[in-house]
């Protein structure tokens, strides 16, 4: 058995992920625009995103890489690819359209994709692995928060 860290589809599942949220990362601008937003008393502080993104990052990394590796077929790794690169658009888009064009009301509609991707992911990979599927709760319930925390932006501060 290989250890863990000579798991080559490991690292690249990890880079895959960590590519993601680096793009993500880099539209995300916390500027002038973000904090003169009014925010609901119940968002977390800003400091809490960073670790929190990075978790869900690498608890989406291990979850690729244990569908990739139970997957028994061809078409199953081209599902869990499919599930998990359409995830990655939704959440770059949703960056995107919040921090990069200031449209929270755009990233509200387009959050309700992301969060069905994220639903996708856990329904979808309980086919291939059930380990690699529930990995993803904790990013469902985080995206569910940053859904309701876009809904309080976009009436706090609407229209845009």
């Given amino acids: 058995m290989t250890p863990w860290w000579r798991e080559r589809g490991l690292w690249i599942a ?10 993500g990362g880099a539209l995300t601008e916390l500027g ?3 904090y003169a937003l009014q925010q609901p008393a119940w ?7 960073g670790p929190i993104w990075t978790t869900i990052f690498t608890l989406a990394a291990l979850s ?3 569908a990739w590796k139970a997957a028994t077929s061809a078409a199953q790794r081209r ?9 990655a658009l939704l959440n770059i888009g949703w960056s995107a359209l919040f921090f990069t064009f200031k449209r929270p ?15 996708l992911l856990l329904v ?9 599927a529930w990995l993803n709760l904790p990013y469902l319930v985080w995206v569910s928060v940053a859904g309701l925390l876009n809904h309080a932006n976009v009436k706090l501060n609407g229209p845009f």
Wanted: proline share 5%.
């Fill in 32 to 34: 002038p625009w973000y």
């Fill in 124 to 132: 979808g990979l309980r086919r291939v692995s059930l380990r690699a």
């Fill in 43 to 49: 968002k977390p502080p800003d400091l809490w995103f």
């Fill in 14 to 23: 990890i880079a895959l992920s960590y590519s993601v949220a680096g793009v």
């Fill in 64 to 66: 690729g890489w244990w």
């Fill in 79 to 87: 599902w869990v690819a499919l599930l998990f690169s359409l995830n």
């Fill in 105 to 119: 009301d755009w990233a509200l509609v387009e959050w309700g994709a992301l969060w069905l991707s994220v639903v």
